[in-house]
C-alpha cells in the first residue's frame, strides 16, 4: 500500500467521531447514566458518590481494532483480485524468463498457489467477510448506532477495503501476492476446517486450475499483438508470419505444397546420358531426378543422384540403368507437411513422391523436396542460383541479370590453358597465364631489377583467351573491363 493510506485512514476515523458523535455515544453520555459512570466509595460525602468518566481507553482500543480491520479488509480484498488475477501459465513464464525480482515472486506464488487456488480464494473470501463484518459492530459501539455507523462503515469498506487495496493489486499483484504469501498460508491453516472442505467441492464441480492453454488460433492472435517496429522489444513482420507458418505445417498436407508431376523433370530407364541429355541435366539444375518406366509415366523406381556425374564421361553414352538409383520414397498426398519433414531429417531422402497408391504400381501424383516444406516452414519462397520459377504452380519465372562477360565454351579454355601450359614453363618460375577474355592492353613491368618503378607496354605472348606476362607474380585489376597492371617482384 502507499505510504499515505494509514494516515488518510487514522485521520478519516477521527474525524468520524468528532464529527458525527450522537447523545448515545460515550462522547455525550450524560452523568445520570449508570451505565458510563464510575461508582467511587468517597467516605468524606458519607455515601456513594457518582463521578463522570469517560472511557478513554476503551474508545482508543476500539478506534485502532477499526483501522486494523480496515487494513486487513484492504489486505484480503487486493489479494483475492491480484492473487486469483493471476494466470499459472503467465507465471511459469515469468520464472523462467523474467528479471531475478520477478522469477523470485512468481516461485513464491507459485508454491502458496500449489496448495489449490480454490482454497485460497475461499480462506480470503472467508477472512475478508469476517473483516467487513466485525467492523460495523465496533462503529456501533461507538456511536450507539444509527445511520452514522452505517455510513461511515460503508465508506471505509468501499474506499479504504476495496477501491484502493484492488486498483494497487491489479498493477503490482505478482510482488504483493509475494510478499504477502506467508500470511495468507497461516490463514489458510487456521481456517482450515472450513475453507478447505469448500475448495474440495469447488475443485470436483469447477475443476482445478491449469492456467491458459492456447490454441493454435489464439497462439497465432497473441503473437500477432507482440508485433512491434521496435525490433528489440516485440516482434518483427518477418518473425510473426514464421511463427504463423510453423503453427500451420501440422495442419497443411503435402499435396497443397508439392510440384505437380506434369511439371517434374524426369528421365526414362532407356533414355541415353549422352552430351544433350547431361546439358539438359545441368540446364534445369536439379541435384535430384526422379527415373519412371518408358512403357509408363507414373510408374517411378528411383531417382538419379546428378552429383554422380561429375565423373561421368559423356562419350561413354550409358543409359540410365547402368547407375546406382536412390530409392524413392513414396507417401500419400494426405500427409501432413510435419510428417515429411520429420522424415526427411532422417537422412534417407530429401525427395519423396506423392502417389494415390503407395507401394503400388503408378498413380504418381507429383513431388515434394525438403525445400518445398523449408519454403512452408518459413513462410516464403526460397530461390537459389538454379531455381527457373519463383512458383511452379503459378507460373512466375525468375527474372535475373546477365553477366557483363559470358564464355560460351569452356571447355575451349581449358584447353588453351593446357596448350600453353608448356609455353609457360620455358618462360621462368616468376611467368603467369593471364585469362583475358576481351583482349585488352596488358601492362607490363619487364625492366631489370634496377629499375622497378617503371611501368610500360610490353609485347606478351598472344593466344586467343590468353597471354603469357614474363616475371610477373602479382596481379592487381585496375580497370573494370580486365586491364591487368603487374608489378615485378624482387
Not at 455525550?28 to 466509595?41: G, K, Q, R, V, Y
Not at 546406382?324 to 532422417?346: K, R
Request: glycine share 6%.
Amino acid at each position: 500500500m502507499r505510504r499515505g493510506f494509514v494516515p488518510t485512514l487514522l485521520w478519516f476515523n477521527w474525524a468520524s467521531l468528532l464529527v458525527c458523535p450522537t447523545y448515545e455515544s460515550p462522547f455525550m453520555t450524560p452523568p445520570n447514566e449508570s451505565h458510563d459512570l464510575a461508582t467511587i466509595d468517597n467516605p468524606a460525602n458519607n455515601g456513594n458518590v457518582m463521578l463522570y468518566t469517560p472511557q478513554w481507553t476503551v474508545y482508543i482500543f476500539t478506534l485502532v481494532s477499526i483501522c486494523v480491520l480496515v487494513l486487513l479488509g484492504a489486505i484480503f480484498a487486493g489479494l483475492t483480485l491480484g492473487l486469483m488475477g493471476l494466470d499459472l501459465t503467465n507465471l511459469q513464464v515469468i520464472k523462467a524468463s523474467g528479471t531475478p525480482e520477478e522469477q523470485y515472486n512468481a516461485d513464491k506464488v507459485l508454491r502458496l498457489l500449489a496448495h489449490g487456488k480454490h482454497w485460497v480464494l475461499v480462506t480470503l473470501l472467508l477472512s475478508n467477510v469476517v473483516v467487513n463484518e466485525t467492523l460495523p459492530i465496533l462503529l456501533d459501539s461507538l456511536f450507539g448506532g444509527g445511520w452514522q455507523a452505517i455510513l461511515i462503515s460503508t465508506v471505509l469498506i468501499v474506499i479504504f477495503g476495496e477501491v484502493i487495496p484492488q486498483s494497487v493489486c491489479v498493477r503490482y499483484g505478482l510482488s504483493i501476492g509475494a510478499k504477502c504469501s506467508k500470511l495468507v498460508l497461516v490463514l489458510m491453516y487456521v481456517m482450515w476446517p472450513l475453507a478447505y472442505p469448500i475448495a474440495l467441492l469447488l475443485d470436483y464441480f469447477l475443476g482445478k486450475s491449469h492456467g491458459t492453454v492456447y490454441k493454435k488460433a489464439g497462439l497465432k492472435t497473441l503473437v500477432s499483438l507482440h508485433r512491434s517496429e521496435n525490433a528489440t522489444d516485440g516482434l518483427t513482420e518477418d518473425e510473426v508470419h514464421i511463427i504463423g507458418s510453423v503453427l500451420d505445417l501440422r495442419d497443411k498436407p503435402v499435396s497443397k505444397v508439392m510440384t505437380p508431376i506434369q511439371d517434374v523433370f524426369t528421365l526414362t530407364m532407356d533414355d541415353i546420358l549422352d552430351k544433350e541429355t547431361v546439358d539438359k541435366i545441368l540446364f534445369h539444375g536439379y541435384s535430384r531426378i526422379p527415373i519412371c518406366a518408358p512403357e509408363d509415366q507414373s510408374n517411378f523406381f528411383g531417382m538419379l543422384l546428378v552429383k554422380q556425374l561429375i565423373t561421368y564421361d559423356v562419350e561413354d553414352a550409358l543409359p540410365v540403368r547402368c547407375f546406382n538409383l536412390g530409392i524413392l520414397p513414396e507417401t500419400s498426398p494426405d500427409t501432413s507437411c510435419l510428417d515429411i519433414l520429420n522424415f526427411f531429417q532422417e537422412g534417407k531422402s530429401h525427395l519423396a513422391l506423392l502417389s494415390s497408391n503407395p507401394g503400388g504400381v503408378g498413380g504418381a501424383l507429383g513431388v515434394i523436396t525438403l525445400e518445398d516444406v523449408i519454403e512452408e516452414l518459413i513462410g516464403e519462397e526460397i530461390i537459389d542460383e538454379t531455381d527457373i520459377y519463383i512458383d511452379v504452380h503459378k507460373k512466375v519465372k525468375v527474372i535475373r541479370r546477365q553477366p557483363k562477360t559470358y564464355v560460351s565454351n569452356i571447355h575451349s579454355i581449358l584447353k588453351l590453358v593446357r596448350s600453353t601450359s608448356s609455353v609457360q614453363s620455358q618462360s621462368g618460375q616468376g611467368n603467369k597465364l593471364v585469362i583475358h577474355p576481351n583482349q585488352n592492353s596488358l601492362l607490363t613491368s619487364c625492366s631489370s631489377h634496377d629499375d622497378q618503378s617503371q611501368y610500360h607496354k610490353s609485347s606478351p605472348l598472344d593466344c586467343s583467351y590468353g597471354a603469357i606476362v614474363p616475371n610477373a607474380s602479382e596481379i592487381m585489376n585496375q580497370q573494370q573491363r580486365a586491364s591487368f597492371y603487374i608489378s615485378q617482384s624482387t
